[in-house]
T-cell receptor, first 114, second 109 residues
Framework: IAGITQAPTSQILAAGRRMTLRCTQD?????MYWYRQDLGLGLRLIHY???????GKGEVPDGYSVSRANTDDFPLTLASAVPSQTSVYFC?????????????FGEGSRLTVL | GQNIDQPTEMTATEGAIVQINCTYQ??????LFWYQQHAGEAPTFLSY??LDGLEEKGRFSSFLSRSKGYSYLLLKELQMKDSASYLC??????????WGAGTKLIIKP
């Protein structure tokens, strides 16, 4: 089934550890995004990529990094996790970076930093 | 500033109609989305409005007034499976999405 796959589904992590959340899509979409979702807040954009080889900062980029080596993969790395990064992380993709069409979301990665 | 406002929670009865409102303020505006999100799941696309007016899609309709910075999602013939959060999102001048916190809709028998 075509779509977006995220891994891991959930993870408990000690503060200070490095963590990479994986995201792969097989729809050949140009644009990919990482969001975090916290109770009482809207989805907040962390980083995005409008096409392979390019990335951009979203609303809350601090403490996170991304890479886009190819069209399909868009990993999110927490270099040194802190408790405030406890959240549900969603990867998403769209045909273009203009956000004029549907966003397709992965199932989410629930991260707890202790 | 940029802001999307929608009610935190609404309750409705199975078989009834409910309207979920959304007001937005974005620096430049290119369109408005509605997504549905069931608890513990990913958001899924419902509608996208660019022009003023009502767009109907089965039991769900979405309305936009650009001059008033206002949109609503109308759900008819409510079913128990419609219990979910409904997310409103507007695009800004850089074509990035600004999301509301979501409206949790509770359907009672």
């Amino acid at each position: 089934i075509a779509g977006i796959t995220q891994a891991p589904t959930s993870q408990i992590l000690a503060a200070g550890r490095r963590m990479t959340l994986r995201c792969t899509q097989d729809m050949r979409h140009n644009a990919m995004y990482w969001y975090r979702q916290d109770l009482g807040l809207g989805l907040r954009l962390i980083h995005y990529s409008n096409t392979a080889g390019t990335t951009g900062k979203g609303e809350v980029p601090d403490g996170y990094s991304v890479s886009r080596a190819n069209t399909d993969d868009f990993p999110l790395t927490l270099a040194s996790a802190v408790p405030s990064q406890t959240s549900v992380y969603f990867c998403a993709s769209s045909e273009s970076g203009l956000n004029t069409g549907e966003l397709f979301f992965g199932e989410g990665s629930r991260l707890t930093v202790l | 500033g940029q802001n999307i406002d929608q009610p935190t929670e609404m309750t409705a009865t199975e078989g009834a109609i409910v309207q979920i409102n959304c007001t937005y303020q974005t620096s430049g505006f290119n369109g408005l989305f509605w997504y549905q999100q069931h608890a513990g799941e990913a958001p899924t696309f419902l509608s996208y409005n660019v022009l003023d007016g009502l767009e109907e899609k089965g039991r769900f309709s979405s309305f936009l007034s650009r001059s008033k910075g206002y949109s609503y999602l109308l759900l008819k013939e409510l079913q128990m499976k419609d219990s979910a959060s409904y997310l409103c999102a507007g695009t800004d001048s850089n074509y990035q999405l600004i999301w509301g916190a979501g409206t949790k809709l509770i359907i009672k028998p």
